[in-house]
């Protein structure tokens, strides 16, 4: 069993960046991909970033590429999402999971609660 908490959201402006936070409980932490999803309101939940249980091996989704950076601290229990350039549309509520590497949400077994972005104009 995995517990997930996100924090670091918040409201910046277009241009601006935030660093997003996951906090991990349990031992079995490093056993697991980590990925970073977001939902915008009206929309269906998109992939972000995800990370192999090593942190050996990343990927993005094209829109956050080169913008985005996903990392992973296996001695903190952490995963982080860095966010720079950020843009209007990437105000959502992000989400933290853990479970297989993949781009695809129900890879995933456990959930965090989520933690708003909002990018103003």
């Known amino acids: 069993q995995v517990q997930l908490v996100e924090s670091g959201g918040g409201l910046v402006q277009a241009g601006g960046s935030l660093r997003l936070s996951c906090a991990a409980s349990?031992?079995?932490?490093?056993?697991?991909?980590m990925g970073w999803f977001r939902q915008a309101p009206g929309k269906g939940r998109k992939f972000v970033a995800a990370i192999s249980w090593s942190g050996g091996s990343t990927s993005h989704a094209d829109s956050v590429k080169g913008r985005f950076t996903i990392s992973r601290d296996n001695a903190k229990n952490t995963v982080y999402l860095q966010m720079n350039s950020l843009k209007p549309e990437d105000t959502a509520v992000y989400y933290c999971?853990?479970?297989?590497?993949?781009?695809?949400?129900?890879?995933?077994?456990?959930w965090g609660q989520g933690t708003q972005v909002t990018v103003s104009s």
């Open positions: 999971a853990a479970g297989t590497y993949s781009p695809r949400d129900y890879d995933y077994d456990y």
């Open positions: 349990g031992r079995t932490f490093s056993t697991y991909a």
